[in-house]
């Protein structure tokens, strides 16, 4: 069973034998984990299932600490005599395993390399050991993968913690931004106060479905830490009626520390987030794909052509002209839950006509862009797609004639190296930004000569 849990950060600071004095700046994160390590106590659970953004992270894969036991300490602080040591819960681990590999989730222990404790796991664990010891402990890294995947894994998490009587508390462990402040480790950036914001209301509100929708770029921003963790909760507490109870926010040092602890009061069937999720997201790809626009409705139907029968999509009789007469360079970009999914397309035109430039580039976006694996059928109701017809490019003397919003820019070296990138793409809002990306694309260095051109796209979305 599930008897409660916790939203705590994770700053080294924070300990009295690293801070030597500086954590008294952060009084009020003192308290606030003071009074969860009374929490737990009072709970007395049996096993700890923490997550930590400072575990093994993979790109595919969450990595579950395997083994019995695991040792850790402050060395890397300078505070080497505060160490610990825990005994991991070896029973859950291994039922975490076979549950992940039955439901095809792409977690446990198998790559696990992870055998000393970090910071994420040792600064909560270091208050809740001073007035509660008597638990076993399962450590969980977080991953590349959507938030949705995380949320799902969560509900894996919280169906093997129903089977059993044992009292399970869950620590979700990370800070918020870093970019709070000029002096702060990233500076300041409008995104950090402003994700804190967001994520201190959806948090103290309970609103785990919220969690699922922050924007890839938004996130990368704010400079975040933990959202990843807290989406796990929010998957572990999915239809389950909770209490959350807000202790503490403060950003002294320029990174947002956040409390919230959640009391568990029994089923709330209406909370099922995730199915709430997904039931708009396959609404939004079907009026995509049988919407007005007939750029995404052919895109749509040449991928699902693809994916499901590996076979090339016929040219469907009710094209609009303007795609059967003209030819241009298309690019086709698949989206899955707000991440890019894929990418592909043509400078300038290859292909008869537009509607066949789309349909080569559709099956090439789902399934040969060295970035990602192939689409799997599964995936086909959550993908959102967009088509960018191009227009000709023409050559610009320097980057002042570049505008981020309105134009893509193409780079090409003397010996035929190109790197192109489209316009208006979120977490692109500088030239610089824009430029180094196309170089690097194109594998060509900052220091090396390169031309301009710019080009303009008519874009359905």
């Not at 921003?221 to 929010?234: D, M, N, V």
């Not at 300038?348 to 349909?359: C, G, L, M, Y």
Request: charge should be negative; charged fraction near 30%; aromatic fraction near 8%.
């Amino acid at each position: 069973m599930i008897i409660g849990a916790v939203m705590v950060p994770h700053p080294p600071i924070a300990v009295a034998e690293i801070g030597k004095g500086e954590e008294t700046k952060i009084q009020k994160t003192l308290d606030s984990f003071s009074r969860v390590a009374a929490y737990v106590a009072q709970m007395k659970p049996d096993t700890i299932i923490l997550t930590t953004p400072h575990a093994v992270m993979y790109r595919d894969w969450f990595n579950v600490s395997k083994g019995t036991e695991a040792y850790g300490d402050f060395a890397r602080y300078r505070a080497k005599k505060v160490s610990f040591h825990v005994e991991y819960d070896e029973a859950f681990t291994s039922r975490l395993d076979e549950v992940c590999r039955e439901a095809d989730i792409p977690a446990g222990t198998t790559y696990d390399t992870d055998y000393e404790l970090d910071q994420g796991t040792m600064v909560p664990l270091y208050f809740i050991r001073q007035k509660y010891e008597n638990f076993k402990l399962v450590r969980i890294g977080l991953s590349g993968l959507s938030l949705p995947m995380h949320y799902r894994f969560g509900t894996l998490i919280q169906s093997i913690c129903m089977e059993s009587d044992k009292r399970y508390l869950i620590i979700a462990s990370g800070d918020l931004s870093h970019c709070e402040k000029e002096d702060g480790p990233y500076g300041y950036h409008p995104e950090g106060p402003e994700y804190d914001r967001r994520l201190m209301e959806d948090m103290g509100n309970a609103n785990f479905g919220n969690l699922i929708r922050y924007e890839p770029a938004f996130l990368e921003k704010a400079q975040e830490c933990g959202h990843r963790s807290f989406t796990i909760l929010g998957g572990i507490l999915d239809r389950l009626s909770v209490s959350p109870s807000v202790l503490s926010h403060e950003a002294t040092f320029g990174v947002g520390y956040g409390f919230v602890i959640y009391d568990i009061n029994g089923k709330a069937e209406s909370r099922n987030f995730l199915d709430q999720y997904e039931a708009e997201a396959r609404k939004k790809h079907l009026e995509l794909a049988n919407g007005s626009d007939p750029y995404i409705r052919l895109a749509a139907r040449a991928i699902e052509e693809w994916v499901t029968a590996h076979r090339k999509l016929k040219l469907p009789d009710d094209l609009p002209e303007e795609m059967l007469n003209h030819r241009a360079g298309v690019f086709v970009s698949i989206h899955e839950h707000g991440e890019l999914r894929g990418c592909i397309g043509t400078i300038s035109a290859v292909q008869k006509n537009i509607a066949e430039e789309i349909i080569k580039n559709a099956i090439s976006s789902c399934s040969r862009d060295p970035r990602f694996d192939p689409v799997e059928p599964k995936e086909l109701p959550y993908l959102e797609l967009s088509v960018d017809v191009l227009k000709d490019a023409e050559p610009v003397p320097d980057p002042s004639m570049l505008d981020v919003k309105r134009y893509g820019v193409i780079v090409s070296t003397e010996d035929g190296r190109r790197g192109l990138l489209l316009p208006n793409l979120d977490g692109v809002d500088t030239i610089e930004e824009q430029l180094s990306i196309a170089l690097r694309k194109g594998g060509i260095s900052e220091r090396e000569p390169y031309t301009l051109e710019r080009f303009e796209v008519v874009r359905h979305a």
